[in-house]
Protein backbone atom coordinates (compact mmCIF):
# COMPACT_ATOMS: atom_id res chain seq x y z
CA UNK A 1 0.00 0.00 0.00
CA UNK A 2 1.33 3.71 -0.31
CA UNK A 3 1.11 5.76 2.13
CA UNK A 4 -2.78 6.24 1.69
CA UNK A 5 -3.71 3.02 1.79
CA UNK A 6 -3.58 2.24 -1.70
CA UNK A 7 -2.82 -0.88 -3.67
CA UNK A 8 0.51 0.00 -5.57
CA UNK A 9 1.90 -1.38 -8.84
CA UNK A 10 4.62 -1.94 -10.28
CA UNK A 11 6.21 -2.46 -14.31
CA UNK A 12 9.65 -4.46 -14.07
CA UNK A 13 11.56 -4.16 -17.46
CA UNK A 14 14.00 -6.98 -17.84
CA UNK A 15 16.12 -7.35 -20.32
CA UNK A 16 17.28 -11.25 -19.87
CA UNK A 17 16.84 -13.95 -20.58
CA UNK A 18 14.45 -11.98 -23.36
CA UNK A 19 13.07 -8.55 -23.40
CA UNK A 20 9.92 -8.67 -21.50
CA UNK A 21 7.85 -6.49 -18.96
CA UNK A 22 6.33 -8.28 -15.15
CA UNK A 23 3.14 -6.11 -14.37
CA UNK A 24 2.68 -6.30 -10.81
CA UNK A 25 -0.68 -5.48 -8.81
CA UNK A 26 -0.94 -5.75 -4.94
CA UNK A 27 -3.75 -7.90 -3.91
CA UNK A 28 -3.99 -9.80 -0.93
CA UNK A 29 -0.64 -8.88 0.72
CA UNK A 30 1.36 -10.06 -2.07
CA UNK A 31 2.12 -8.70 -5.88
CA UNK A 32 0.05 -10.91 -8.79
CA UNK A 33 2.20 -11.19 -11.59
CA UNK A 34 1.49 -11.41 -15.61
CA UNK A 35 4.64 -11.13 -18.06
CA UNK A 36 3.84 -8.95 -20.60
CA UNK A 37 6.18 -9.79 -23.50
CA UNK A 38 5.51 -6.50 -25.26
CA UNK A 39 5.14 -4.00 -22.91
CA UNK A 40 1.48 -2.78 -21.71
CA UNK A 41 -0.66 -1.61 -24.73
CA UNK A 42 -0.33 1.78 -26.24
CA UNK A 43 -3.62 1.30 -28.53
CA UNK A 44 -7.07 -0.02 -27.82
CA UNK A 45 -7.10 -1.95 -30.90
CA UNK A 46 -3.98 -3.86 -30.26
CA UNK A 47 -4.37 -6.89 -27.53
CA UNK A 48 -0.85 -7.64 -25.54
CA UNK A 49 -0.44 -11.19 -24.21
CA UNK A 50 -0.06 -11.64 -20.54
CA UNK A 51 1.03 -14.53 -18.65
CA UNK A 52 0.03 -15.23 -15.87
CA UNK A 53 3.30 -15.84 -13.69
CA UNK A 54 3.08 -16.48 -9.72
CA UNK A 55 2.99 -14.47 -7.14
CA UNK A 56 5.53 -12.21 -6.11
CA UNK A 57 6.13 -11.00 -2.68
CA UNK A 58 5.78 -7.45 -1.72
CA UNK A 59 9.44 -6.59 -1.21
CA UNK A 60 9.29 -6.88 -5.35
CA UNK A 61 7.68 -3.25 -5.60
CA UNK A 62 11.68 -1.87 -5.36
CA UNK A 63 13.25 -4.63 -6.37
CA UNK A 64 15.81 -3.78 -9.14
CA UNK A 65 19.45 -5.52 -9.96
CA UNK A 66 21.38 -5.60 -13.31
CA UNK A 67 19.05 -6.71 -15.67
CA UNK A 68 15.73 -5.92 -14.32
CA UNK A 69 14.55 -2.04 -13.86
CA UNK A 70 11.37 -0.58 -12.63
CA UNK A 71 9.60 0.88 -15.54
CA UNK A 72 6.72 2.61 -14.04
CA UNK A 73 5.17 2.24 -10.20
CA UNK A 74 2.42 4.12 -8.32
CA UNK A 75 -0.85 2.63 -7.17
CA UNK A 76 -3.92 1.63 -9.20
CA UNK A 77 -8.16 0.83 -8.56
CA UNK A 78 -9.91 -2.05 -9.67
CA UNK A 79 -13.00 -0.43 -11.74
CA UNK A 80 -14.72 -4.11 -12.49
CA UNK A 81 -13.73 -7.97 -11.56
CA UNK A 82 -15.77 -10.89 -12.78
CA UNK A 83 -14.01 -14.46 -13.14
CA UNK A 84 -13.12 -13.53 -16.89
CA UNK A 85 -11.64 -10.24 -16.82
CA UNK A 86 -10.05 -7.47 -14.37
CA UNK A 87 -10.68 -3.69 -15.22
CA UNK A 88 -8.49 -1.53 -13.32
CA UNK A 89 -6.79 1.78 -13.62
CA UNK A 90 -2.56 2.37 -13.34
CA UNK A 91 -1.60 5.63 -11.20
CA UNK A 92 1.99 5.73 -12.23
CA UNK A 93 4.32 8.51 -13.75
CA UNK A 94 2.17 9.62 -16.60
CA UNK A 95 -1.30 9.69 -17.40
CA UNK A 96 -3.64 7.37 -15.90
CA UNK A 97 -4.66 4.62 -17.86
CA UNK A 98 -7.40 1.95 -17.62
CA UNK A 99 -6.53 -1.72 -18.88
CA UNK A 100 -8.50 -4.80 -18.65
CA UNK A 101 -6.61 -8.42 -18.16
CA UNK A 102 -9.06 -10.69 -20.24
CA UNK A 103 -8.68 -14.40 -19.07
CA UNK A 104 -8.16 -16.65 -22.50
CA UNK A 105 -8.66 -20.43 -22.54
CA UNK A 106 -4.57 -20.56 -21.70
CA UNK A 107 -2.90 -16.85 -20.72
CA UNK A 108 -4.92 -13.16 -20.63
CA UNK A 109 -4.56 -10.48 -22.72
CA UNK A 110 -4.08 -6.90 -21.64
CA UNK A 111 -6.03 -4.50 -22.93
CA UNK A 112 -6.28 -0.54 -23.22
CA UNK A 113 -9.46 0.60 -22.34
CA UNK A 114 -10.94 3.58 -24.65
CA UNK A 115 -11.19 6.79 -22.58
Do not use: C
Amino acid sequence: MDDQGRPTFVLHEHHKPRHHFDLRLEEDGVLRSWAVPRGLPDDPKRNRLAVAVPDHALEHLTYTDADKAIADTGWWHEVDRNEKRIVFTLHGRGTPRTYALIRTDSDWLLHLMQE
